[in-house]
């Protein structure tokens, strides 16, 4: 297990795609070894949120982040810090299930352990078997690990990138809408998964889902776009408390179904 220590600290966090601010001055908290659910309609910058905590961010043209993601201690945006490393060590799964298309289902979680450390081969097969079974893939698939990964169901398609993030031992996962291309029974096995995982990675998951929400995170971030049309926080805080009893009045307007 990686067990993270620390979560992501947030500070004024703003984000940019060119002239366009679509994130403003976020300070957010995401605490370590829990499930974090990202809510908020959308176009409200979740997923550019969520991109700026591996710097994935600035890797689309003309993009641009001010303020700080503090991991383990250190501000990812640090002159010094590498962020191919970074994105090695923050993971990140997406809506749609992305395995190498060529690849097979053990090479796609054995790509990332190759480049990341150095292994024998008998070690290889048991860091992928264990990344796997992490996934709760590993019964599903262990007939047939030459075959091509992107021969699985849509479900096992996902949970085999969920394995492939893990085989890397990160102390954080981030997952952008991971179920929205999946049938209901893929979603449930998704957010079982999740909440094993939850104790051992920090997950921050976006969902347009507010029942999922509810059922997998621990705390919850409402996002809204203001009339300038910039993405902000407009609360953070126990999934109970702002599903139940919402600090704002526009988090109570969205959670009710008034808008969005
Ligand atoms: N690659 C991009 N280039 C330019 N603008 C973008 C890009 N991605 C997102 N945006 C804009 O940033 C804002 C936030 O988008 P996004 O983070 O994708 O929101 P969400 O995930 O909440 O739907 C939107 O106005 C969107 O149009
Ligand atoms: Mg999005």
Known sequence: ????????????????????????????????NR????????????????????????????????????????????PEVDPVQIRRSVGMVFQRPNPFPTMSIFDNVAAGIKLTRFHRGSELAESVERSLRRAALWDEVKDKLKDSGVALSGGQQQRLCIARALAVDPGVLLMDE????????ASYKIEELITELRGDYTIVIVTHNMQQASRVADHT??????????GKLVEFGETKQVFTNPRDKRTEDYITGRFG
């Not at 809510?39 to 600035?58: A, D, V």
């Not at 991971?178 to 029974?185: E, G, V």
């Open 178 to 185: 991971p179920c929205s291309a999946l049938d209901p029974i």
């Open 35 to 78: 499930v974090t659910a990202v809510i908020g309609p959308s176009g409200c910058g979740k997923s550019t949120l969520i991109r700026c905590f591996n710097r994935m961010h600035e890797t689309i043209s003309a993009a641009r982040v001010c303020g700080k993601v503090i991991l383990n201690g250190v501000d990812i945006y640090s």
């Open 1 to 32: 297990m990686s067990g993270a220590t620390e979560g992501v600290l947030v500070e004024r966090l703003s984000a940019w795609y060119g002239r366009v601010q679509a994130l403003k001055e976020v300070d957010m908290d995401v605490p370590p």
């Open 221 to 230: 971030a409402f996002m809204l776009a203001g009339e300038d049309g910039i």
